[in-house]
């Protein structure tokens, strides 16, 4: 038993697989219905509508959002997952209702009750269209024919009968046709109608029957009952009869049906075990047993091999046998396992091949015996494949045949017993004994010589060449045969499954259930990850990138950890190769397929690692790579600027210049979202950057005079200082010419100002400290007689701007001196001239300074600047403004 889920909970009645998601209904002893999510073990709702006891019944619809389920509160409730709540109640039973089932193609509803009838309802009508009577005790079950219009029916009377539903057909069963039906034909009649009658009646169990199934393609019928025992019954058109019984049960039989896949019956009983029958031997097969739970509810998925069962403490999901197909690839040919033969495929012309070899039959219906099968990359003269089988504890065919083998010539397999077989030279396997010791055989299957090695070792995979993986728990040894010694060793949490080489051998991954750990050809450790539903297989293609599959992804890795999804799944597949962006897999069923695979996010992330810039803008221009993820990514690597190529946001483009730092594109940006809070951002940056044209520019769109004045003062340009003061007379705006005056010097101008505005004290104070004689006489006159001599400091200074650090001359360029970019990154051309300095992150590059702007068109220019409202200065020149002295 390969367990999937298993839950713990009330006692479970009920069980019901969602015929596509990975969902399965449980109805509870105590009222409950739960729905799982059986992959990752979540319990994703409940619901708790029912009243009075326990829900025995549960069925999801084929294809609509619904479910039906009855209780032995006598109601049926027909319930929308997506809404989340019951939707409507059909009531009619007047007993426990211990069965609800769903018709495939019709809008029906099936019910067994212990009032001993089975009713067919109309969901879309919400009526009752038949009511089938006959049994004289509890119906304990009934089911649909999956393809006839059949019903099978058990009851503790100790018969099976099958109901004929034919006549039910001519009803109007689509949307709307839920109307009355014909007259003379009532279809509540509680004694039954013309439209659904007794077609065959088994009797034969000597006690009560709990269930019975119909087979989902032979006329077969499977009961089980409180006698313990479980009937075949076969049927025609005229006649149904016994064909045998199944003994082994010791006590009451709660629930059997037919495998949908295989030749076998499954059964469980209230003495705790469930049993495999072989159908065709008619023997059984299999006991799994429980140590405290008896087991009253069995359901087979649909379409696939998983089998549920209730207990008393919750549910199991599981499977009778591993579905994973035997297959590896070797340059253009795949080697796998179709029908127990081994088929030879030349991937690069088709997806069928050519047969090979045969294997040996399998020792029962339930499980098919194979584990792997291993191609010899070492010998290129000829085909040797090895299949090790866990049958017979352990064993394994060696095939040995030529490249060229035609069709009718099958190999002859050399057999051996083993614990695991790989292949270690071109003409030599090692096999793990029984005993612990490793044998090294030739292709004669003759033993060349045997050591002990290193470590406990519990399996071995191929290594290399002359060289062996041992696994030892959650260890992997590498061990070189030649030199007899360790090589390296590594360990992946939860023990190591499966082992995938890369097509050139230089990278190894290795795969648990949930943990990857990729490694070199000597074991170097790469990068190791876990995954929280189950990896399922995995390829290496020719970049070097690992190619994986989850029970519901595609995903990929890179040497260097970074890692995304490629694609969804919705269900399992076995990745055996992957080349030239082509993704080759085979299925559950044994087939291989071949898909395109979309590389463009791996590959562009691989050349941004190798730093291979003309492939980053092949990829950026060709493979439609965009989305918050890739910024994100880029970002996170220290590329931000790279986005820049694909991102089309003028904002997003905006945030990401100036994260980079790169003013230009950021000005870009600027300009055409034109709002306030992104000059100032880029009026800040610019301001530490050092690049004072920016900034001037920025402060002049947003009107910020002061910050400009202030800009022009630091840096020492007293010509725009003195236009900044023209500016300020011109607005009116007192306090920003005092600053300006101020930061000039311009004492005549500060008296001016204080006098114009009638601060003749303050005015004539600083006409006498700065002993400016010809303005003292007559602001002397307007004080009236008041002397401010007295308030002047024996020993004021005289107060002068400050110098600037750096005073540009005639000719230099205006920025301050900047901290250098690669601009090259940005050229819509090339990649070609980006260096590669020491340092991993390639922007602190060096570039030549920038070019000095021209005279006209700076953005220092007058006309940037207005003087309210959209008025331009007066005079388009501030050449042509005297100064203010």
Not at 194 to 218: C, I, M, Q
Not at 246 to 261: A, D, E, Q, T, Y
Not at 771 to 780: A, F, R, S, W
Request: with cysteine.
């Amino acid at each position: 038993m390969l367990v999937k889920c298993e839950t713990k909970s009330n006692r479970v009645k009920g069980l019901s697989f969602h015929p596509k998601l990975s969902w399965i209904l449980a109805s509870l002893h105590n009222g409950t219905i739960q729905l799982w999510d059986y992959r990752i073990g979540a319990l994703i709702d409940k619901y708790e509508e029912h009243e009075g006891g326990p829900v025995r019944g549960v069925c999801f619809h084929a294809s609509q959002p619904l479910f039906v389920s009855g209780g032995d509160d006598y109601k049926i409730k027909v319930w929308n997952y997506k809404m989340r709540r019951c939707i409507f109640t059909l009531l009619g039973h007047l007993d426990y209702i211990r069965t609800v089932e769903f018709h495939d193609e019709y809008p029906w509803i099936l019910s067994a009750s212990d009032d001993q009838t089975i009713r067919i309802w109309n969901w879309q009508s919400r009526s009752c269209v038949a009511v089938l009577t006959g049994h004289n005790h509890y119906v304990m079950c009934a089911h649909f024919h999956p393809k006839e219009d059949l019903v099978v029916s058990a009851s503790l009377d100790q018969t099976v009968r099958v109901w004929d539903t034919s006549g039910l057909r001519d009803k109007r069963v689509s949307m709307g046709g839920g109307g009355p039906p014909p007259s003379g034909q009532s279809a509540s009649d509680v004694f039954g109608t013309s439209d659904a009658v007794v077609k065959y009646v088994l009797e034969g169990h000597e006690r009560g029957v709990n269930w019975a199934s119909f087979h989902p393609t032979l006329p077969l019928i499977v009961s089980g009952a409180d006698d313990r025992l479980i009937k075949l019954w076969r049927m025609n058109d005229s006649k149904a009869w016994e064909v045998d019984t199944l003994r082994g049960h010791f006590n009451n039989v709660s629930c059997v049906l037919f495998h949908p896949k295989k030749d076998l019956i499954l059964s469980n009983s209230e003495d705790r075990t469930i049993r495999v029958w072989d159908v065709t031997k008619r023997a059984g097969i299999h006991t799994f047993r429980r140590e405290n739970d008896r087991f009253w509810i069995l359901t087979a998925h649909r379409s696939s091999n998983l089998v549920a069962v209730g207990h008393d403490a919750g549910m199991v999901v599981f499977k009778l046998d591993c579905e994973r197909p035997l297959a590896m690839s070797h340059s253009n040919n795949l080697y796998v396992v179709q029908d127990r033969d081994v088929h030879v495929i030349d991937l690069d012309k088709q997806l069928t091949g050519k047969q090979f070899a045969a294997c040996r039959r399998a020792s029962n219906a339930m499980t098919s015996g194979m584990k792997q099968l291993q191609f010899n990359p070492y010998n290129p003269s000829e085909i040797n494949v090895l299949v090790y089988y866990t049958q017979d504890d352990g064993c394994y065919d060696l095939f040995v045949g030529p490249n060229n083998f035609g069709s009718d010539n099958h190999v002859s397999p050399r057999q051996g017993s083993a614990q695991a077989v790989a292949f270690t030279a071109r003409n030599r396997f090692a096999v793990l004994q029984q005993s612990g010791s490793i044998g090294i055989y030739n292709l004669q299957n003759e033993l060349s010589k045997k050591f002990d090695p290193p470590v406990a070792t519990d399996y071995i995979f191929q290594g290399g060449n002359n060289r062996i993986l041992l696994k030892s728990e959650d260890k992997i040894v590498m061990y070189d045969l030649t030199a007899r010694k360790v090589v390296d060793e590594v360990t992946v949490p939860g023990g190591i499954r499966y082992c995938v080489w890369s097509q050139n051998g230089q990278y190894v991954a290795f795969m648990s259930k949930h943990n990857v750990l990729m490694a070199g050809k000597n074991l170097e450790y790469l990068h190791s990850f876990h995954e929280n539903i189950r990896v399922k297989s995995g390829a290496w293609d020719e970049n070097g990138v690992f190619i994986y599959s989850t029970l519901s992804h595609v995903k990929y890795c890179l040497p260097n950890g970074d890692s995304g999804i490629i694609h969804s799944l919705q269900n399992p597949i076995y990745i055996v190769r992957v080349h030239k962006h082509f993704l080759y897999y085979v299925d559950r069923e044994h087939n291989v397929n071949k898909q395109r695979l979309n590389c463009s996010e791996y590959l562009f992330k691989l050349a941004l690692h190798r730093r291979q810039f003309n492939d980053v803008k092949m990829w950026i221009t060709n493979g439609r790579i965009c989305g918050n993820a890739v910024i994100g990514y880029l970002k996170q690597k220290g590329f931000p600027e790279v986005a820049l190529h694909f991102v089309e946001d003028q904002q997003t483009r905006f945030n990401l210049a100036l994260e980079y730092g790169h003013i230009e594109e950021a000005m870009t940006a600027a300009e055409e979202l034109n709002e306030a809070a992104c000059w100032n951002r880029l009026g800040l940056e610019s301001l530490r950057q050092g690049n004072q044209k920016t900034v001037e520019m920025v402060y002049q769109k947003t009107k910020n005079f002061d910050a400009l004045s202030f800009l022009y003062l630091i840096t020492g340009d007293i010509d725009k200082l003195k236009k900044m003061l023209k500016i300020a007379e011109m607005r009116n705006d007192v306090m920003s010419r005092f600053h300006n005056a101020l930061m000039l010097g311009s004492i005549d101008e500060r008296v001016k100002i204080l006098a114009e505005m009638g601060q003749i004290p303050l005015a004539a104070l600083t006409a006498k400290a700065h002993n400016l004689v010809e303005y003292i006489p007559k602001l002397e006159e307007q004080l009236e007689g008041n002397d401010v001599s007295a308030h002047i400091p024996a020993d004021a200074k005289l107060l002068l701007p400050c110098t600037p650090l750096c005073r540009p001359k005639k000719g230099d360029p205006n920025n301050w001196p900047l901290l250098r970019s690669v601009k090259q990154i940005f050229e819509k051309t090339t990649f070609e001239n980006v260096p590669l300095p020491a340092e991993p992150n390639f922007m602190d590059a060096m570039e030549d300074a920038e070019p000095e702007q021209e005279e006209k068109g700076m953005w220092g220019d007058d006309e940037d600047i207005g003087l309210g409202g959209d008025q331009p200065i007066g005079g388009a020149d501030w050449g042509d403004m005297g100064d203010l002295d």
